[in-house]
């Protein structure tokens, strides 16, 4: 095996295989990346089991086709640090070194024979649709930040993706929930698509973000029982689903919230961030005191102190309550229009959020006590 790449397109295909590699591995193997050589493509691959990207680099120059496996992380850290957009040589001798030669720089890197390499070979072809890549980005953003890091309810432990339907209009709807929060966001679909409920692991959702986001284009979905597989020009990403059966959220967005808050989007979030800054680790309540057209934050800490601040706003009503201000930082921070509207019930109920410029995205966030 032979080959010369461009080094930016090697970075940037390596980068993206060491959020798929686990750090630690009990199979040497899973630590590497297969590299296949041919044809003017060079195929980069990478696994934990659970999760398999691959990446094409396009127009290499292949002089001798083949393929092998090296230590990612290795071999990033090396062709991270070559100077940016040279040209680097690959070479295989034998089976147990691949050469890299960028400018002055030569480095031997030890390999294990490609065969021994887990690949799938699973046919996705059925069911499949395309989603532009924007909106399935914002789908994903609306949700992630509620998704569960406990691990004995693995259910939640993941985005919710179903197909919904509204008055004939079809929808792929997202949910995610922690049961203290819970965010729902939904896109129309042009047509109705063969597409069964699935619990998408939090890994896959923030590699597919991290692709997402460098990519303008459609991303082709298909799915077969236990896996789905995601397609964007030159790269592929096949996840496991997990098995499970997600909670009836319906039964939990409010549906008597009738005291309505409506406020400065960006000096809400900007408040809530500075008096939350008396707590070291934002986790303390931030106390909501309203009442007509004035809401008091307020954040006491035993520790390290008290902050307060005074917003003028639209309400009607008097309330005190008390919110994780890391919650309501996580959802305003993804609403885009110019307010946020907070529906109460009364002191010990969860609170339905809205984006009045967003019809197709509600969160619900759990109040606490005391």
């Given at each position: 095996?032979?080959?010369?790449?461009?080094?930016?397109?090697?970075?940037?295909?390596?980068?993206?295989?060491?959020?798929?590699?686990?750090?630690?591995?009990?199979?040497?193997?899973?630590?590497?990346?297969?590299?296949?050589?041919?044809?003017?493509?060079?195929?980069?691959?990478?696994?934990?089991?659970?999760?398999?990207?691959?990446?094409?680099?396009?127009?290499?120059?292949?002089?001798?086709?083949?393929?092998?496996?090296?230590?990612?992380?290795?071999?990033?850290?090396?062709?991270?640090?070559?100077?940016?957009?040279?040209?680097?040589?690959?070479?295989?001798?034998?089976?147990?070194?691949?050469?890299?030669?960028?400018?002055?720089?030569?480095?031997?890197?030890?390999?294990?024979?490609?065969?021994?390499?887990?690949?799938?070979?699973?046919?996705?072809?059925?069911?499949?649709?395309?989603?532009?890549?924007?909106?399935?980005?914002?789908?994903?953003?609306?949700?992630?930040?509620?998704?569960?890091?406990?691990?004995?309810?693995?259910?939640?432990?993941?985005?919710?993706?179903?197909?919904?339907?509204?008055?004939?209009?079809?929808?792929?709807?997202?949910?995610?929930?922690?049961?203290?929060?819970?965010?729902?966001?939904?896109?129309?679909?042009?047509?109705?698509?063969?597409?069964?409920?699935?619990?998408?692991?939090?890994?896959?959702?923030?590699?597919?973000?991290?692709?997402?986001?460098?990519?303008?284009?459609?991303?082709?979905?298909?799915?077969?029982?236990?896996?789905?597989?995601?397609?964007?020009?030159?790269?592929?990403?096949?996840?496991?689903?997990?098995?499970?059966?997600?909670?009836?959220?319906?039964?939990?967005?409010?549906?008597?919230?009738?005291?309505?808050?409506?406020?400065?989007?960006?000096?809400?979030?900007?408040?809530?961030?500075?008096?939350?800054?008396?707590?070291?680790?934002?986790?303390?309540?931030?106390?909501?005191?309203?009442?007509?057209?004035?809401?008091?934050?307020?954040?006491?800490n035993a520790n390290s102190g008290d902050g307060n601040e005074n917003l003028n706003v639209k309400f009607d009503h008097d309330l005190d309550i008390s919110f994780n201000s890391r919650y309501l930082i996580d959802v305003a921070s993804?609403?885009?229009?110019?307010?946020?509207?907070?529906?109460?019930?009364?002191?010990?109920?969860?609170?339905?959020?809205?984006?009045?410029?967003?019809?197709?995205?509600?969160?619900?966030?759990?109040?606490?006590?005391?």
């Open positions: 095996m032979k080959f010369n790449v461009n080094q930016q397109d090697l970075q940037k295909s390596l980068n993206y295989c060491q959020g798929v590699i686990e750090k630690k591995n009990t199979l040497p193997i899973l630590s590497n990346v297969l590299l296949s050589a041919g044809s003017s493509i060079l195929k980069i691959t990478a696994t934990d089991l659970d999760l398999i990207f691959i990446h094409q680099i396009k127009n290499v120059e292949v002089i001798e086709e083949g393929k092998t496996t090296t230590t990612s992380s290795i071999m990033y850290d090396i062709v991270r640090k070559f100077s940016s957009g040279k040209k680097i040589n690959l070479s295989l001798d034998d089976s147990t070194k691949l050469q890299l030669e960028s400018e002055k720089s030569i480095f031997h890197l030890n390999c294990i024979n490609a065969s021994e390499f887990p690949l799938t070979d699973e046919d996705f072809n059925q069911n499949q649709f395309s989603i532009k890549s924007k909106q399935l980005l914002k789908l994903l953003n609306k949700c992630k930040f509620s998704i569960s890091n406990d691990e004995t309810r693995h259910y939640l432990s993941g985005i919710y993706f179903h197909q919904t339907q509204i008055e004939d209009k079809n929808f792929l709807t997202a949910v995610a929930t922690d049961s203290h929060r819970m965010s729902i966001s939904k896109l129309r679909l042009n047509e109705k698509i063969e597409f069964e409920p699935i619990i998408l692991p939090k890994k896959t959702v923030f590699q597919l973000c991290s692709l997402l986001e460098d990519y303008e284009g459609d991303v082709k979905i298909s799915n077969i029982k236990s896996k789905i597989k995601f397609e964007l020009n030159n790269s592929i990403l096949i996840s496991k689903l997990i098995d499970g059966k997600f909670p009836n959220y319906f039964q939990v967005i409010p549906k008597n919230n009738q005291k309505k808050l409506e406020v400065d989007l960006k000096l809400f979030l900007d408040s809530v961030d500075r008096v939350a800054s008396v707590s070291i680790d934002k986790k303390d309540g931030v106390k909501f005191n309203l009442k007509k057209d004035t809401l008091n934050l307020s954040v006491n993804q609403l885009e229009g110019n307010n946020i509207e907070i529906f109460f019930k009364d002191t010990g109920s969860p609170a339905l959020i809205k984006d009045p410029s967003d019809f197709d995205s509600i969160f619900v966030v759990m109040p606490m006590k005391g």
